[in-house]
């Protein structure tokens, strides 16, 4: 089946660091999304991508859509407090093709911020 | 504007047991889907549902398992003969029809005993 890399696996940097995390796949994704996880809640939705190539910002976060479909990056810039957290990129799964489908997470990179 | 609500937050069962987690998707999304997390693991798709159909449920274990999003009321997830083995997070997200963005609940945190 389908599986998404990310690296690194944690990160431990000062606030006031950019911060830059990746995610790889064998398979082609055609939507990467980019998701925060907080302990003990839900996941939230950051970033979504759907063109090869495109680089999409949301505040201090950029993340790009590989020329392949294969790969997508997460940059924070100027890193505070509250990023401390769990992210993951998603992919839909191509079983049923389509926008909607269930998403295929990697593992998670946990950012901690040492003040 | 209400995200995601599931509940309960935190369920208890005793292995045998049966577990009921539910879940109202956000105001104007037709699809659900549930995913199930253990600890320091990425979320794994279960189940995607429609209104009264299951589109895709790859993702779910073939026994003890069921999901409904009937027409009326919130989608349920069903685990019957709970074991230990079952004790994880279970998030619920929804999406408008065709979109590939899904936003999640708050989670459902099952322990067995």
């Known amino acids: 089946g389908q599986q998404l890399n990310q690296s690194p696996q944690s990160m431990f940097i000062q606030e006031g660091e950019d911060v830059s995390m990746n995610c790889t796949s064998s398979?082609?994704?055609?939507?990467w999304l980019w998701y925060k996880q907080d302990p003990g809640e839900g996941p939230v939705l950051l970033i979504a991508l759907y063109k090869a190539g495109e680089l999409t910002s949301n505040g201090r976060l950029t993340a790009q859509f590989g020329i392949t479909r294969k790969d997508s990056f997460l940059n924070i810039s100027a890193s505070i407090p509250s990023d401390v957290g769990i992210y993951f990129c998603a992919g839909p799964n191509l079983s049923s093709g389509g926008g909607a489908d269930g998403l295929t997470f990697g593992k998670g990179t946990h950012l901690i911020i040492q003040p | 504007n209400a995200g995601v609500m599931q509940n309960p937050r935190h369920l208890v069962r005793r292995r045998g047991q049966e577990a009921r987690l539910r879940c109202s998707p956000m105001?104007?999304?037709?699809?659900v889907y549930w995913y199930r997390q253990l600890p320091e693991e990425g979320l794994k798709f279960m189940v995607y549902?429609?209104?009264?159909?299951?589109?895709?449920e790859s993702g779910m274990p073939k026994e003890r398992f069921s999901a409904e999003f009937p027409k009326e009321g919130p989608s349920i997830l069903r685990i019957q003969q709970v074991v230990r083995g079952d004790s994880a997070a279970y998030f619920c997200?929804?999406?408008?029809?065709?979109?590939?963005?899904?936003?999640f609940g708050p989670g459902t945190r099952l322990t067995v005993t």
């Open positions: 105001k104007g999304h037709s699809h």
């Open positions: 997200a929804s999406s408008l029809q065709g979109a590939a963005e899904q936003y």
């Open positions: 398979s082609i994704f055609n939507t």
């Open positions: 549902l429609q209104k009264e159909n299951i589109i895709d």
